[in-house]
């Protein structure tokens, strides 16, 4: 099995360090992130009759849209490997009524499990699984004998023998030297995707799923084949993928993927605030059902043993991120016995013009990047100026300021609203450059931000 991403030993500041490349300031909200995923790399190394009893210090980020929250979490768990998923809690209905059931999010976690170990092991086996790939390839294209294909013992001393091995490996000289690239194959490949029939109901069984390909495979030992013409690289890749698949033990995988989503998964709790009972609200109407899903949330953050169709899955040490804005409502709202389970509490900083600004400047993906890098593929050169990216903030805060506060998603709004006139000629423009300074994007939008409706033009 493929060593555990979760072994390497990323200090506090390095994960800091790695979230500062993607994320703008919101340092407080880092380090707690930070501590919380050191803890784990430290709870494997404590005396193990103490393991089971370090549960994780579950967050809760509060702050409004478009500050970075989803951002954080998305990020730690890409940095960590380990399983991840971003579920609303508006989605979830209480037990009763038709809707999600809190059991959903566990299950959707170990399916993202299962997909990131076998990932790692098609990876571990890629090698092989090629060169088991290029000799179907190269039986497609030069067939065995048929007493050969037939299981009959071939006489290696005949004169044919020495002939068919030294075409075959010229074969796999010209395929090995991309001479074959061109060369059109007929091959039986693997449908990937088959009909899948799921029950519905309201406790939950929807998300069990009953996979009609996993019971045609365990049946016949493999999956439906449909005949295909393809190129040989393309060939190649198919059957690399179909190898790979035999090579990889999928108990193991299976176990793996629950042990994984057990020790390092994150879920990320997003709109928490929705279901808090508003400020001063009444004990009935949606109150009620609001206080009942916290109430179904509650063991599964406590400790609890969810059912999945991989088996059961224990959630005492799965670490819950939860975030909202708590506009209406106040963290305080939330039923006593969930808040003592979101120990950590951190509020993200608004973002303002220089906030905004380091957004353009700082991250390895800043939207200027982004932005370049799509027109670059129709031959168009963006240059975007400080002055420029000045402007650009100082226009995303003031929209921010007179239409919803947003955060940083408005500059994606300005973006589009800058661009849009280049995005639609960029065919046309082959070869040009455009130089984005502050002229250029006063020209570009004051005639929008001088509109009363400002809604009316940018979100």
């Not at 065995?144 to 075409?167: H, I, L, M, W």
């Not at 194959?185 to 029950?199: G, L, N, S, W, Y």
């Not at 629950?258 to 949606?286: M, T, W, Y």
Request: proline residues 4%.
């Amino acid at each position: 099995m493929s060593t555990n991403p979760n072994d390497r030993s990323f200090t506090p500041r390095e994960i800091v360090s790695e979230l500062d490349k993607y994320i703008v300031g919101q340092n407080k909200a880092k380090r707690a992130v930070a501590i919380a995923l050191r803890n784990r790399w430290r709870r494997k190394r404590v005396p193990e009759h103490l393991r089971d009893e370090i549960a994780p210090k579950n967050i809760i980020l509060i702050g409004s849209t478009g500050v970075g929250k989803t951002e954080i979490a998305r990020r730690l768990a890409k940095l960590s490997q380990a399983p991840f998923i971003k579920i609303e809690a508006s989605k979830f209905t209480e037990v009763g009524y038709v809707g999600r059931d809190v059991d959903s999010m566990i299950r959707d976690l170990v399916e993202s499990a299962v997909q990131l170990i076998r990932e790692e092991e098609k990876e571990r086996v890629m090698v092989q699984a090629r060169a088991h790939a290029e000799d179907r390839v190269l039986d497609v294209l030069l067939p065995k004998p048929k007493y050969e294909q037939v299981g009959f013992s071939v006489n290696t001393t005949a004169p044919s023998a020495p002939a068919d091995d030294s075409s075959r490996e010229r074969l796999r000289a010209m395929l090995r030297a991309g001479e074959l690239n061109d060369r059109e194959v007929q091959i039986d490949a693997v449908e990937k995707t088959m009909p899948t029939m799921q029950v519905f109901s309201n406790t939950g069984l929807e998300e069990m799923g009953l996979n009609l390909q996993d019971m045609m495979g365990q049946l016949t030992g493999k999956g439906r084949t449909r005949k295909r013409r393809v190129k040989v690289p393309e060939a190649i890749e198919i059957f690399a993928g179909e190898e790979a698949n035999k090579l990889i033990d999928q108990d193991t995988v299976i176990k793996e993927s629950i042990s994984r989503c057990e020790n390092h998964g994150i879920v990320f709790l997003d709109e928490i605030d929705k279901i808090a009972r508003r400020e001063g609200g009444s004990s009935q109407g949606p109150d009620v059902s609001r206080e009942g899903v916290q109430r179904d949330i509650l063991p599964i953050v406590e400790g609890s043993a969810v059912t999945t169709k991989y088996g059961i899955v224990r959630t005492d040490h799965i670490l819950f991120i939860a975030a909202g804005a708590f506009h209406v409502s106040k963290v305080s709202d939330l039923i006593p016995e969930l808040q003592g389970r979101f120990p950590i509490r951190v509020e993200l900083d608004s973002l303002g013009e220089p906030e905004l600004l380091r957004i353009l400047q700082e991250p390895k993906n800043a939207l200027p990047v982004q932005y370049s890098a799509l027109l670059a593929t129709e031959g168009v050169t963006l240059k975007f100026t400080d002055d420029g990216l000045q402007e650009l903030a100082r226009i995303a805060a003031f929209v921010n300021g007179r239409a919803e506060n947003i955060g940083a998603r408005r500059l994606h709004t300005v973006f589009e609203r800058l661009l849009e006139d280049i995005s639609f000629g960029a065919p046309e423009r082959n070869g040009s450059e455009v130089v984005v300074d502050k002229a250029f994007v006063q020209k570009q939008l004051s005639e929008f931000l001088t509109q009363e409706d400002l809604s009316r033009y940018i979100l």
